[in-house]
């Protein structure tokens, strides 16, 4: 069975930095592109930053390029999210969701649960 | 960058069929995927590649896609089908995944 858990999460205040964490379990992770997708409370999905399998291709949305960063490390079947100077519009529950496919598809078959991102001061 | 537009709601009685669209420019061209996400859950992936289900999700879900619209299909509607219903396309333009604005379904 799939299972995608993401931890990290909490309340931060604006201009700090947070790192969020995905761990992967029943499948081949280093088979699959990853993202990091986002949802404000009350609010829609945004996508937010994708990796491919051997992390030699990286995408992030311009809401957040040059203060996120997406990484991974295949050995310990784990999705990384590196966020500086954060922002009240950041706030959000952060998805951690597979790929269909080892490049990039842009369709996710499997979600975690999310971590609550909180930025205020 | 790109625009996909959906109805905010949609209401059907139960064992009726619903249909919720998604609008985009040309979106006939792109690849479609849509997700369910049910209260408090995660979504889910429903139907990819505008008309393809993944493993488990019952028939009486359906896609098309032409023109300027995509179209979500949910026949025989159960009360369980109450959710946010997403659309989702890759974006050439600006190389990122877009999402709809989300549909709330509601069984009547």
């Known amino acids: 069975e799939v299972q995608l858990v993401e931890s990290g999460g909490g309340l931060v205040l604006p201009g700090r930095s947070l790192r969020l964490s995905c761990a992967a379990s029943g499948f081949n992770f280093d088979d699959f592109a990853m993202h990091w997708v986002r949802q404000a409370p009350g609010k829609g999905l945004e996508w937010v930053s994708g990796?491919?399998?051997?992390?030699?291709?990286?995408y992030h949305a311009d809401s957040v390029k040059g203060r996120f960063t997406i990484s991974r490390d295949n050995a310990k079947k784990s999705l990384s999210l590196q966020m500086n100077n954060l922002r009240a519009e950041d706030t959000a529950l952060y998805y951690c969701?597979?790929?269909?496919?080892?490049?990039?598809?842009?369709?996710?078959?499997?979600w975690g649960q999310g971590t609550l991102v909180t930025v205020s001061s | 960058s790109y625009v996909l537009t959906q109805p905010p709601s949609v209401s059907v009685a139960p064992g009726k069929t619903a249909k919720i669209t998604c609008g985009g420019d040309?979106?006939?061209?792109?690849?479609m995927h849509w997700y369910q996400q049910q209260p408090g859950q995660a979504p889910v992936l429903i139907i990819y590649?505008?008309?393809d289900r993944p493993s488990g999700i019952p028939e009486r879900f359906s896609g098309t896609n032409s023109g300027n619209t995509a179209t979500l299909t949910i026949s025989r509607v159960e009360a369980g089908d109450e959710a946010d219903y997403y659309c989702q396309v890759w974006d050439t333009g600006s190389a990122h995944p877009v999402f709809g604005g989300g549909t709330k379904l509601t069984v009547l």
């Open positions: 990796i491919n399998w051997n992390s030699n291709t990286i």
């Open positions: 590649y505008d008309s």
């Open positions: 040309n979106v006939g061209v792109k690849s």
């Open positions: 969701a597979k790929d269909r496919l080892r490049y990039f598809d842009w369709s996710f078959d499997y």
